[in-house]
């Protein structure tokens, strides 16, 4: 059902930047907020970005959001071992019956 | 600070209801919508609904109706049904504390629990 279209994959050298993107349409990244979660191999999603750029207390600043019309990016800048992960966007979508809506999920490996 | 356990039978037979139960501590229930998000062995996240503290739910369309979530904040207990599962309904099952803007501006999940697996066989 996944309308938030994320790459399979992004790799990176410690300390590297790494660029993941979002892709949605006007109906969910257009018209809400873009949220980013990130999931640690075995463990429970964890909230990294709300709000389409504001981390929450406890995140590194290393990582940041951004969102420009139905497309959003998560950076993280210096990476760091720790940060192998997935990560899913995900946003409101006002269709006919609205639902909240994950993105395909993007797998995060250090090199 | 506030923590979310889930709870369930583990193993349900095709075509039988699904019943999960998560339990809040350290917290309030009030002014939250109280969520559960499901994830298929290897696969991505899906979120099924939530419950707000009055007892207002949303579910996902495209679970086509099957889904049942209520509230006890008396308890501290929000509960999900889900009939007729079948084996695409194996999963693991989080419970999830999301906040909501007023203007429905911004929503997003700020707290889970750690998960429970569920599996139809």
């Known amino acids: 059902q996944s309308v938030l279209t994320q790459p399979p994959s992004a790799s990176g050298t410690p300390g590297q930047r790494v660029t993941i993107s979002c892709s949605g349409s006007?109906?969910?990244?257009?018209?809400?907020?873009v949220t980013w979660y990130q999931q640690l191999p075995g463990t429970a999603p964890k909230l990294l970005i709300y709000s389409n750029d504001q981390r929450p207390s406890g995140v590194p600043d290393r990582f940041s959001g951004s969102k420009s019309g139905t497309s959003a990016s998560l950076a993280i800048s210096g990476l760091q071992s720790e940060d192998e992960a997935d990560y899913y966007c995900a946003a409101w979508d006002d269709s006919l019956n609205s639902f909240y809506v994950f993105g395909t999920g993007t797998k995060v490996t250090v090199l | 600070q506030v923590q979310l356990q889930e709870s369930g039978p583990g193993l349900v037979r095709p075509s039988e209801t699904l019943s999960l139960t998560c339990t809040v501590s350290?917290?309030?229930?009030?002014?939250?919508?109280w969520s559960w998000i499901r994830q298929p062995p290897g696969k991505g996240l899906e979120w099924i609904g939530y419950v707000y503290d009055s007892g207002y739910t949303k579910d996902n369309p495209s679970l086509q109706s099957r889904v049942s979530i209520s509230i006890d904040t008396s308890n501290k207990q929000f509960s999900l049904r889900l009939n007729s599962v079948t084996t695409a309904d194996t999963a693991v099952y989080y419970c999830?504390?999301?906040?909501?803007?007023?203007?429905?501006?911004?929503?997003?999940?700020?707290?889970w629990g750690k998960g429970t697996t569920l599996t139809v066989s």
């Open positions: 006007n109906s969910n990244m257009g018209a809400n907020t």
């Open positions: 350290g917290g309030s229930m009030s002014s939250y919508y």
């Open positions: 999830a504390r999301a906040i909501s803007g007023n203007a429905g501006d911004y929503f997003y999940m700020d707290v």
